[in-house]
């Protein structure tokens, strides 16, 4: 019970922390700054893992970091963050050196997204059933839809 105050604390001061960029460009801090987010994460927060997972598939150091940071989002996706699965939809989209582009799994992901109410991922499923792809077929209604459901949102 203590520790996972201790986490929760550690990662909120990391969080108000970010807001000051001269203390993020100290090394020791940001090795901190990371171990806190780290540590939540870990727990299974999933807000944590979305916000660590983007760090380190942006700012991390070499596969592995980007690997792991595709685990969190993955594991933050599936607990319903918005955000988490709208990238994994565009890592699937866009393929990378390790796999190549799925746009069957870009669009599962963007679903999960759009159900979380991201109107970013609305849009990109109005706009890939306005023009299909391979293995998905052009759907007029369904591309009305979302767009309609993009501007609900707020696009």
Not at 13 to 26: E, H, M
Not at 44 to 71: K, P, T, V
Request: aromatic share 10%.
């Amino acid at each position: 019970m203590l520790s996972r105050l201790r986490a929760r604390l550690g990662y909120a001061v990391a969080r108000r922390l970010l807001s000051w960029p001269w203390l993020v460009r100290q090394p020791r801090l940001w090795r901190w700054m990371e171990g806190q987010f780290a540590r939540q994460a870990r727990l299974g927060d999933h807000r944590a893992q979305s916000f660590y997972g983007h760090i380190l598939l942006f700012r991390g150091q070499g596969l592995g970091a980007r690997e792991e940071g595709r685990r969190l989002l993955t594991l933050a996706a599936q607990s319903g963050e918005g955000k988490a699965a709208y990238q994994l939809g565009l890592l699937c989209w866009q393929g990378d050196s390790g796999r190549s582009p799925a746009p069957l799994d870009a669009q599962r992901w963007w679903q999960l997204a759009a159900d979380a109410g991201h109107p970013l991922a609305a849009q990109r499923l109005a706009r890939l059933y306005a023009e299909g792809a391979p293995g998905i077929a052009v759907d007029n209604a369904l591309s009305q839809q979302y767009r309609a459901r993009a501007a609900a949102l707020g696009l």
